[in-house]
């Protein structure tokens, strides 16, 4: 059965810093990944996805994830965070059974 | 605004009642999905519709649950005899399946259910 991990269960950085977060999926064929965000009291938003070409992929907010295929990892990154990023993180990947599988999320903490 | 609606938003029952949430996804998607989340958790996936059509529940959903869309628009989710464990946030969402939207799924705000 397919799997997501989210390696940071809480991250606090300050302003300015630079984002990295783990996912790593586990299903050894084709895939399509998500990145969700849920702000506080807010519902989930779609934050960027790949489903091919270019593994590099670009989402709203200054967002990239990069799929590397024989990592079968999607990491989600951000040059520069802001205080407004604080929130929580969802990996998700659609692959196989027709619905998608969620990681356990990533609480994103940014201090001014 | 997503576009997926939800009803209602909060919920509080006694332990042993029955609850019904309702779900509008939105217009023209054809497939309706139910997950339930709890805090410091994930998303987990309990079923999902294509049309009027339920093709998948996972091993979440006792049959305690139900869920329908009778007419492949909107969806009830219906939890029977509720225990203290069903309380969480009970989320909808829905997807296009075409070429060019492919599998991305859209999620309302969610009603949360809290059993006394």
């Known amino acids: 059965a397919q799997s997501v991990s989210q390696h940071n269960h809480h991250v606090i950085l300050s302003e300015a810093a630079s984002l990295e977060l783990g996912c790593n999926y586990s299903y050894g064929g084709t895939v399509n990944l998500f990145w969700y965000v849920q702000y506080p009291g807010q519902h989930l938003q779609l934050l960027l996805k790949?489903?091919?070409?270019?593994?590099l992929v670009k989402g709203i907010k200054g967002f990239e994830a990069e799929f590397i295929k024989s990592k079968f990892s999607f990491n989600l990154r951000k040059p520069s965070v802001q205080w407004s990023d604080t929130a929580e993180y969802f990996c998700a990947v659609f692959a196989g059974r027709r619905a998608l599988t969620f990681g356990s999320g990533t609480r994103l903490q940014v201090q001014p | 605004d997503t576009g997926v609606s939800q009803d209602p938003r909060h919920k509080i029952t006694k332990r042993g009642q029955n609850v019904t949430f309702r779900c509008d996804p939105i217009?023209?998607?054809?497939?309706l999905y139910w997950y339930r989340q709890t805090l410091g958790q994930g998303p987990e996936f309990l079923t999902y519709f294509q049309n009027e059509a339920q093709l998948e529940k996972s091993r979440l959903l006792s049959n305690r649950f139900s869920a329908e869309r009778p007419k492949g628009s909107f969806s009830t989710l219906e939890i029977q005899r509720t225990e203290q464990g069903d309380s969480a946030m009970y989320l909808c969402a829905s997807s296009l399946t075409d070429s060019l939207s492919g599998n991305t799924i859209y999620f309302g705000e969610g009603s949360w259910l809290t059993v006394v």
């Open positions: 217009s023209e998607h054809n497939r």
């Open positions: 790949y489903f091919s070409g270019d593994p």
